[in-house]
């Protein structure tokens, strides 16, 4: 990395995601949530700037701060769907229905589950990267006390000193653990399928910043659930599910009344701290709908 300059802004919504929601060109609708129960106006933003945070999967490399994760993880990530989407919605307007199966479907899971992980939205506060990356220090400087090691002992009292150091320690060891192999979830996802959702008319799906919902029917949202089921917009007219249909019973496609997508929308909106849509008037409604 020496001589490269390190990407500090981090998209969690990849692009390749946000360009099937523009309204123009690479203009997209955006609001991000302003208090608890109250988003701001819609704003017609280039995706550049949105759905981004300032050193979001930045990590300490040999106590130099890096942005492999961004670059090589999340990276591979994005291009992969920037190639798929377009892929699947070239086959629905030519007539298909897009199919996966084995390793493409396997790719295809872990791809969602990485994107349902990678969000800080609806989980996570900014503001603890800090205590997290303190609490690990603080180990840290127990460990080295207990035998007698001074020169760690002194580093560790100084970062203690440095806020900014703490939170570059929480980060690393969040984002290190956002991307850690979760061999039992892998196996777990080898029982979900690929169904998807179109609907026609004025109704359409916003994109929510939580990016995949995961759907409980009435039921735990975990994987625990055999009813969950994994919704992720990929267009205004398009959603992509991942659920259990042991006996295939659903079909590849299933058409949506405008209540349900209408419920899906609020839904996102409650689980999002950002959203956004191709739409200023469906943006202005459904985050009008948490006012008080």
Same mark, same amino acid.
């Given at each position: ?17 946000? =360009? ?29 700037? @949105? ?13 130099? +701060?890096?942005? =492999? ?14 190639? !798929? ?11 298909? /229905? ?15 589950? %990485? ?25 840290? +400087?127990? $460990?080295?006390?207990? /035998? ?11 970062? +203690?000193?440095?806020?900014?150091? !703490?939170?570059?320690?929480? #980060? ?16 777990? !996802? ?20 939580? /990016? ?21 917009? /990929? ?24 209540? $349900?997508?209408?419920?899906?929308? %609020?839904?996102?909106? #409650? ?11 469906? !943006?202005?409604?459904? @985050? ?5």
């Amino acid at each position: 990395m020496s001589g490269e300059k390190r990407s500090r802004l981090h998209h969690y919504v990849p692009k390749a995601l946000q =360009r099937q929601f523009c309204s123009d060109g690479e203009k997209i609708w955006y609001s991000s949530r302003l208090t608890a129960n109250a988003f701001g106006a819609p704003e017609c933003r280039n995706i550049n700037s @949105t759905f981004r945070v300032r050193d979001l999967y930045t990590v300490l490399d040999d106590s130099i +701060l890096s942005d =492999r994760v961004e670059r090589d993880f999340y990276g591979a990530l994005d291009d992969y769907f920037g190639k !798929l989407l377009p892929e699947v919605n070239q086959c629905f307007e030519k007539g298909g /229905i897009p199919i996966f199966q084995d390793t493409q479907l396997r790719k295809l899971r872990s791809a969602v589950f %990485e994107m349902l992980k990678r969000t800080p939205e609806g989980k996570f506060n900014f503001g603890e990267d800090e205590a997290l990356g303190r609490e690990a220090v603080k180990e840290c +400087l127990a $460990r080295a006390e207990k /035998i007698d090691d001074l020169n760690n002992s002194s580093r560790y009292r100084a970062i +203690l000193q440095d806020d900014k150091k !703490l939170k570059a320690w929480g #980060r690393d060891i969040r984002v290190r653990g956002t991307i850690t192999k979760m061999d039992r979830v892998l196996e777990k !996802l080898e029982e979900y399928s690929v169904r998807w959702i179109e609907i026609d008319g004025k109704c359409s799906f916003v994109l929510p910043g939580s /990016i995949v919902l995961r759907v409980g029917n009435g039921g735990p949202n975990g994987l625990i659930n055999p009813k969950m089921e994994m919704w992720m917009p /990929i267009g205004p007219k398009r959603c992509m599910v991942l659920l259990r249909d042991v006996d295939s019973r659903i079909p590849l496609i299933v058409f949506e009344t405008a209540k $349900r997508v209408r419920n899906f929308n %609020e839904f996102a909106v #409650r689980q999002s701290q950002s959203v956004a849509s191709h739409s200023e008037k469906l !943006l202005k409604s459904v @985050t009008n709908f948490c006012k008080p």
